[in-house]
């Protein structure tokens, strides 16, 4: 069984401080930083942009785990690989040509994401398996943080460990919406070995953030 690593979206963050959020979250144990970007087109929210990115990221010493809810997304790729993107994942809604959209991001030396929104069915991506690094599995409606995670999803990271064990394939699996202390031990037992959480994280436990990435990792 693959480690599990915990992933906190600065989401949750106070944005008024966010280097100095990233240098606890690092301190703290974080594997990986969750960057969410929104453009208010392909998601009915806006975040942050590649400037930001770059400029936080030297306060990090784990990677940036940059998860792209724009559209068109295939331009943007290399903007986000520069700013300093370690993993880059995209939606296959937003690109016209998935694969396509996966060799640019290879380009770049970084590893390879994609997402699939709580309706969109594996098969979608079933093709494209083997050029990925990993598979965000989005457990609410991608957009705004703080909303309540949606059990059916863990069906289709089921169905992922098996594509993955029959293919003899290596991908991670991560999850990302509403995770908190009791769904995190479901997404774990039904394969999911990065976890995304923001409120849980940044709001629990008096925001005693090592404390919580500590538990989240629990299984």
């Avoid at 599990?4 to 959020?21: M, Y």
């Avoid at 959209?101 to 699939?116: A, M, P, Q, Y």
């Avoid at 070995?193 to 629990?218: A, M, P, Q, Y």
Wanted: hydrophobic content about 40%.
């Amino acid at each position: 069984m693959k480690k599990i690593q915990i992933s906190p979206s600065i989401l949750s963050a106070d944005f008024s401080q966010l280097g100095n959020e990233i240098k606890r979250l690092n301190d703290a144990g974080a594997d990986m930083i969750h960057v969410d970007v929104m453009d208010g087109h392909f998601v009915p929210n806006l975040t942050i942009g590649p400037p930001v990115i770059k400029a936080l990221k030297k306060n990090s010493s784990v990677p940036f785990d940059v998860h792209l809810m724009i559209s068109p997304v295939h331009k943007y790729i290399e903007a986000y690989a520069n700013a300093g993107a370690d993993i880059i994942t995209i939606h296959p809604e937003a690109t016209d040509d998935l694969q396509k959209s996966i060799d640019k991001i290879k380009e770049f030396k970084i590893k390879v994401g994609v997402s699939l929104n709580p309706e969109t069915k594996v098969d979608v991506i079933k093709k494209n398996l083997s050029q990925i690094d990993l598979v965000l599995i989005m457990s609410v409606n991608p957009g705004f943080g703080g909303q309540k995670f949606m059990p059916e999803v863990l069906n289709k990271i089921k169905e992922l460990v098996k594509i993955r064990e029959k293919e003899k394939l290596i991908f991670d699996i991560e999850i990302d919406g509403g995770i908190n202390f009791d769904n995190s031990k479901l997404a774990i037992e039904a394969g999911a070995n990065i976890l995304v959480s923001g409120t849980t994280i940044f709001k629990s436990n008096d925001g005693n953030i090592k404390k919580n990435i500590d538990l989240l990792r629990k299984e």
